[in-house]
């Protein structure tokens, strides 16, 4: 079965850090990877996506940038954090090429610029 | 471009009592439609989907049919329980490699 991992869980940064946000998806090759921030309170907006290797889609653009160095692997990082940057950041994986693209998701981390 | 309205609540219930969550959606085509659970501090779950129109999806209770005449998908459970507290989002997928979100409801269940 494929299961998805994020860390760290939790991360407390000061304004003007880096950040890096690792995911990592086991169990199936190829995925479609996704990365969401939800501020507080707030619905789902989709940051990147990524349909292989070194290919990055943008959907917003700010302070933050993604990678995809290997196949299940995701990282999203900043070199400066904003205090609006705080939110809870969640990966996805789904499917390449599939009919309905579902996704599923990450635990998530709780990031907090402060 | 494709969207997903969805009542944004929050919804209070008393346990056991009938739940009702409407969703609507504006698509080209033929949309894949979803129902997403968000318990508190976790990523989201897919609780049930619907891929093509009169389908109905189903899973832990609830259930929500895909009605292209009225392009809607609400998510409804006969009755709810204190551990159904949730953020609930509706969602489609038009065959690309995104899903539109709707903004989500808040579902509050008393005891």
């Known amino acids: 079965s494929q299961t998805i991992h994020q860390w760290p869980a939790t991360l407390v940064q000061p304004v003007g850090s880096p950040l890096s946000l690792e995911c990592t998806v086991e169990g199936t090759s190829n995925p479609n990877l996704y990365w969401y921030r939800q501020a507080a309170g707030r619905g789902l907006q989709l940051l990147f996506y990524?349909?292989?290797?070194?290919?990055i889609s943008s959907e917003v653009p700010q302070n933050l940038s993604a990678s995809r160095p290997q196949d299940r692997q995701f990282i999203l990082s900043s070199k400066k954090l904003l205090l609006s940057d705080s939110g809870f950041y969640l990966c996805?994986?789904?499917?390449?090429?599939?009919?309905?693209?579902?996704?599923?998701f990450g635990p998530g981390t709780r990031l907090t610029v402060l | 471009g494709d969207s997903v309205t969805q009542m944004e609540g929050p919804v209070t219930l008393s346990e056991e009592a009938f739940l009702t969550i409407n969703c609507t959606y504006t698509a080209t085509g033929y949309p894949s439609l979803f129902w997403y659970v968000q318990y508190p501090g976790e990523g989201l779950q897919l609780l049930l989907k619907a891929t093509k129109a009169d389908d109905k999806g189903s899973n832990k209770g609830f259930e929500a049919t895909y009605r292209k005449e009225t392009t809607s998908f609400h998510l409804e459970k006969g009755s709810v329980q204190v551990s159904d507290s949730a953020v609930y989002f509706c969602a489609l997928s038009d065959h690309t490699e995104k899903l539109v979100f709707g903004k989500g409801t808040k579902l509050t269940v008393n005891p």
């Open positions: 996805a994986w789904s499917v390449a090429a599939s009919s309905y693209n579902e996704q599923f």
């Open positions: 990524s349909v292989g290797i070194g290919q």
